[in-house]
Structure formats: structure tokens, C-alpha cells
């Protein structure tokens, strides 16, 4: 009797979850929500101040984008020497600080971190070295890519030199 009463009850807690849960009518998932009352229909004696309907599609949220610090200036593509770097890899790079600061995107995953190593300076070029950390080894990991912004130090401003784009893992 008593394992009856607790089975009786947890399905009734199953089914008023599941039924506050859905909407109401026979929608199929993934479709709008329909709505059983009706409402009024829009007729001259409203208010003239009401608000025109759009007949166009609602926005498609955007993805938020990595900021670069303000001010930073882009450095030209013809600057930027990104062939060591995988296809596709990002090989955005941007001054700041008077050209002493480069803020370079980089692609970071679930378990990994990503650092720029001490760059390597002459004349000519300024090597910066991306460091790919795994933080997390044997253990599972979420499946994502996002774009981060690095930056490195540089001991003169990068005025003419080329910037080349390094990537290892540690």
C-alpha cells in the first residue's frame, strides 16, 4: 500500500511538471506557442498612437565578437606574415600604445588556453609565438572555438616590420 501511494505521487508530480512545462495546445516542438484566448481586433477607435507591425523576420541575435582595446589600429595584411599558422586560423593583428602593443587574435577551445610567448624582435620582423596549453588532460572537454585577444610587449613600436605568426602547443 505504501509503495503504491509513492508511486501514485510521483507521477502525479511527473505530470503537472511536464504539463507547466509545454505550451499549451497541440504544438509540435519547435514550433511558436499558440494561445487559446482570442484577442480583439485592431479597428479604427484604437488609439492613433499605436504602433505600426513589422510583416519582416524578427533579428537573428549576433555573437558577441572579441573587443579589441580602443584605439587600436589594424596592421595591414601585407604586415602580417600568418603562413605557419593552421588554415583558417585568425591572423588579425593591431597596434596600440604608440605601435609599442600588439593585440593579436588567437582561437582558444574548451580545455585549451592560449599564451603569446616573449616576442622575438630585429630590424626587419617581430615574431610572436602562440603557446596552445591543454588545461585538462583525460578528462572530457566542451566542444567549442572562440577568438581571444593576446597581447605582447614590444621593445620598440613595430612601424614597418612584419609581424610573423607562430603557433605551438606546450
Known sequence: MRHTAKVIGAGLVLVA????????????PGSPPTSSTSS???????SPTSAPTSSSAPEKPTVPKQAVPPGDAPVPAGQVDAS???PGY????FTGNGGTVLSVVAEQGGCE???AAPPE?????????????IAHTGQMCPDY????????TLSAPLAARTVVLKATSA
Open 145 to 152: 572555438i572562440r577568438n581571444v585577444t593576446i597581447s605582447v
Open 17 to 28: 511538471a511536464t504539463a507547466c512545462g509545454s505550451p499549451a495546445g497541440n504544438a509540435s
Open 113 to 115: 588556453h592560449v599564451t
Open 40 to 46: 480583439p481586433s485592431p479597428s479604427s477607435s484604437d
Open 121 to 133: 624582435q630585429n630590424a626587419q620582423h617581430v615574431v610572436v609565438n602562440l603557446v596552445k596549453t
Open 84 to 86: 605557419a599558422l593552421p
Open 90 to 93: 585568425p591572423s588579425q593583428v
